[in-house]
């Protein structure tokens, strides 16, 4: 049975994107990738009717979709082009990942959960993200074989930043990422690579999860999840 949200698609879409503008976001290429992927897609059946409110929702896991807004911040902050390839650390329910396909020219992106590693390829499939490549592992390592990256964005918060993953960062490279404790002050950051070192700006207070290094203890559990 296809699911469908409480409202037809391209209004709920118009409504929030509208928001988006009035919170003030301005970078059209980026309000006009959030308007057409379908976030009703990307949440459980049990927050349908939220599906397109400007709010972050659970996904399993321990996890969430995060707020429209702080994905269109952390977009915009990346300043894409489609030439750039980017790494992505934490799928997740693959939102944000969809989001940034038809931004750039290549998204690779790693998830420690199985469970919504499995569930993101599925949705990559359905909407033909031919630019995506997959991987379930630690985020916290990289992604060595696809480095250097143009561009890695970590959707959880770390406490401190991993070593490796700056270092992936090709000349002129950008990341972002939230940075702080779980309890504590968290801060987008974000950071250039130059030829001399790395340069770092605050963007603005966030809210995330924790980034987590290595994977969690019963991935076969997981996967039975994923599977029922």
């Given at each position: 049975m296809t699911r469908?949200?409480?409202t037809p698609l391209s209004v709920s879409a118009e409504r929030l994107i509208e928001e988006l503008r009035r919170a003030g976001i301005a970078d059209e290429r980026v309000l006009a990738a959030m308007g057409r992927v379908p976030r009703d897609q990307f949440v459980?059946?049990?927050?349908?009717?939220?599906?397109?409110?400007?709010?972050?929702?659970p996904i399993g896991q321990g996890?969430?979709?995060?707020?429209?807004?702080?994905?269109?911040l952390m977009t915009v902050a990346l300043e894409l082009?489609?030439?750039?390839?980017?790494?992505?650390i934490g799928t997740g329910s693959g939102y944000q990942t969809a989001v940034l396909a038809p931004l750039c020219?290549?998204?690779?992106?790693?998830?420690?959960?199985?469970?919504?590693?499995?569930?993101s390829n599925k949705r990559f499939a359905a909407l033909r993200l031919g630019n995506v490549?997959?991987?379930?592992?630690?985020?916290?390592?990289?992604?060595?074989?696809?480095?250097?990256f143009d561009r890695i964005l970590l959707t959880a918060?770390?406490?401190?930043?991993?070593a490796t993953l700056p270092d992936m960062l090709a000349p002129g490279g950008v990341l972002v990422a939230p940075v702080g404790e779980e309890k504590g002050r968290q801060m987008l950051v974000r950071m250039r690579r130059t030829e001399t070192g790395f340069e770092t700006?605050?963007?603005?207070?966030?809210?995330?999860?924790?980034?987590?290094?290595?994977l969690p203890r019963n991935p076969r559990r997981q996967v039975e999840a994923a599977s029922t």
């Amino acid at each position: 049975m296809t699911r469908r949200a409480s409202t037809p698609l391209s209004v709920s879409a118009e409504r929030l994107i509208e928001e988006l503008r009035r919170a003030g976001i301005a970078d059209e290429r980026v309000l006009a990738a959030m308007g057409r992927v379908p976030r009703d897609q990307f949440v459980p059946a049990a927050f349908l009717d939220h599906a397109w409110d400007n709010v972050a929702l659970p996904i399993g896991q321990g996890q969430t979709i995060s707020q429209p807004l702080v994905v269109a911040l952390m977009t915009v902050a990346l300043e894409l082009t489609d030439r750039h390839k980017v790494l992505e650390i934490g799928t997740g329910s693959g939102y944000q990942t969809a989001v940034l396909a038809p931004l750039c020219r290549r998204v690779f992106t790693i998830e420690r959960h199985q469970a919504l590693h499995q569930e993101s390829n599925k949705r990559f499939a359905a909407l033909r993200l031919g630019n995506v490549t997959t991987r379930y592992g630690d985020g916290t390592k990289g992604w060595a074989e696809p480095a250097p990256f143009d561009r890695i964005l970590l959707t959880a918060a770390a406490a401190k930043l991993p070593a490796t993953l700056p270092d992936m960062l090709a000349p002129g490279g950008v990341l972002v990422a939230p940075v702080g404790e779980e309890k504590g002050r968290q801060m987008l950051v974000r950071m250039r690579r130059t030829e001399t070192g790395f340069e770092t700006e605050e963007l603005g207070a966030v809210r995330f999860v924790p980034l987590v290094a290595g994977l969690p203890r019963n991935p076969r559990r997981q996967v039975e999840a994923a599977s029922t």
